[in-house]
């Protein structure tokens, strides 16, 4: 297990689109994907665990990552949420 702290840069936080942006790129890897707030710990994979985190923008999270294709996925994930998932998020194929 690998794990990262982030923050949050879309200006809305985790509401629906970058919530749906996430999670379609978390479904991407085979290993467990999750992230941990204050709230608690949430699996990336999962539309309802995203937004019932209700992270907002400059929040801090840690991202942790499981299995095979770990260190991808962290780091794909993490400089995703970094950048922005917002309006202008483009994923790449």
């Given at each position: 297990m690998i794990s990262r702290k982030v923050i949050v840069?879309?200006?809305?936080?985790?509401?629906?689109?970058?919530?749906?942006?996430?999670?379609?790129?978390?479904?991407?890897?085979?290993?467990?994907?999750?992230?941990?707030t204050d709230k608690g710990t949430f699996n990336a994979k999962s539309i309802l665990n995203v937004l019932g985190a209700c992270v907002q923008k400059d929040d801090e999270i840690e991202l942790r990552c499981d299995g095979e294709d770990e260190e991808q996925?962290?780091?794909?994930?993490?400089?995703?949420?970094?950048?922005?998932?917002?309006?202008?998020f483009k994923m790449s194929e």
């Open positions: 840069a879309d200006e809305t936080g985790l509401h629906l689109r970058p919530a749906g942006i996430l999670c379609k790129l978390a479904c991407r890897y085979k290993c467990k994907i999750e992230f941990i996925a962290l780091n794909d994930i993490g400089n995703a949420i970094e950048s922005g998932l917002g309006d202008d």
